[in-house]
């Protein structure tokens, strides 16, 4: 089992920055491939950026140029700095640790923080 923890969503004005962050509780962190999605109300929880654990990362287009994310192996963690936000993305922001178990897919999530942008 792995527990996710995430921290540091919160209230922030359109065109501020957010660092979102990930602490995973396994000892063998490095092997996983992390990503974060965001679900906002009455939508879909879509995936907003991945890395894997080769450090390949995936950016959706919808925040391509604004967000970031990143991994420290040693610190058991992944970040999501997020800049320019906008209203759109308002939005629980989750984060997940996926790796592949023989033929199956192990899925962990974390419970989620809140990102409201709004002024």
């Known amino acids: 089992q792995v527990q996710l923890v995430e921290s540091g969503g919160g209230l922030v004005q359109p065109g501020g920055s957010l660092r979102l962050s990930c602490a995973a509780t396994t000892k063998v962190f490095s092997i996983y491939n992390m990503a974060w999605y965001r679900q906002a109300p009455g939508k879909q929880r879509e995936m907003v950026a991945s890395i894997t654990n080769g450090g390949s990362t995936n950016i959706a287009d919808s925040v391509k140029g604004r967000f970031t994310i990143s991994r420290d192996n040693a610190k058991n963690s992944v970040y999501l700095q997020m800049n320019s936000l906008k209203p759109e993305d308002t939005a629980v922001y989750y984060c997940?640790?996926?790796?592949?178990?023989?033929?199956?897919?192990?899925?962990?999530w974390g419970q989620g923080t809140q990102v409201t942008v709004s002024s």
């Open positions: 997940n640790a996926a790796r592949r178990q023989f033929t199956n897919i192990l899925n962990y």
